[in-house]
């Protein structure tokens, strides 16, 4: 290897290290109850968990698709969609507050509602 | 541009797009938006190692916009161009500084890039910086799939160029 092949082997290898451990961090279960949905940047809905009864909610988006967004016993997750990639749908609950559930394709946010706010 | 220049280029791009349509066929294991295989950055590491920068742009680019055409999601595009620009650009710059025995380190920090294009495309569209947060996990998936997709480029230089 060259000097300089190693110099940037160091510096891949420095940031996968970062954000290998970011990841753990990330990963973890939040305390927080209060839950925002956000569409296109605009805050839809607030609830919060451990008060709101079991509901479902049918967000339409922009391009005329839609997500059913379901409460139930103190979870929130995205039932079913019509995007095509279903990756907000395979997520499962909402867990972590630093990873919300996100659909892409309808740019439809569903987080926990960050420390302080409404 | 030579006739056969054309024809091996064209040849590139609808084996990448192959490549890209057998992935989706290939059930993801991980529920995050943004983390994938990319096996089509086999033929864009080859590209970067064998052909001009223009030359490999044109692929590149016939591959991300027929591969949203295929895939049957227009709105990944951006996301997927704004990573395949990040990417051929990191790329392009390394090519000059690292041998051919590095390939594989030359993709790690292409998919690297990719991912950064991804995450700024996604926080322009969403309008909201959370969705950084997701940065982490693809750069560790990132490069996992980009030491990969090197490593199989660069055995793949060996067997279709032995002499070099």
Known sequence: MTKQAKI?????????????????????KTPENRIEIVQDGKLLYTFNLNTAENQSIRIPAADGGYNSVVIEDGT???ETADCPDQTCVRMGTLKSEHLPLVCLPHKLIVRFAEEGAA | MKTRR?????????????????EMRIPNPFPIPGIKLGLANIVTVYAVFRYR???TAMIVAVRVILGAVFGGNPSA????????VCCLLGMLLLRK??????????????AMFHNCGQIAAAIAVMRTVSVAAYLPLLLVSGSLAGLFTGLTAQFLLKRIHPSS
């Open chain 1, 8 to 28: 940037i082997a160091a510096a891949a290898a420095a940031v996968f290290l970062i954000a290998v451990i970011l990841s753990v961090y990330i990963l973890r």
């Open chain 1, 76 to 78: 929130v997750r995205v």
């Open chain 2, 6 to 22: 054309l024809a091996e280029l064209g040849l590139l791009a609808a084996v990448a797009l192959i490549m890209f349509v057998i």
């Open chain 2, 53 to 55: 920068p223009y030359e």
């Open chain 2, 77 to 84: 595009l951006l996301y997927s161009a704004c990573g395949a």
């Open chain 2, 97 to 110: 500084i690292l041998p051919e025995k590095q390939i594989w380190l030359c993709s790690i920090i292409g």
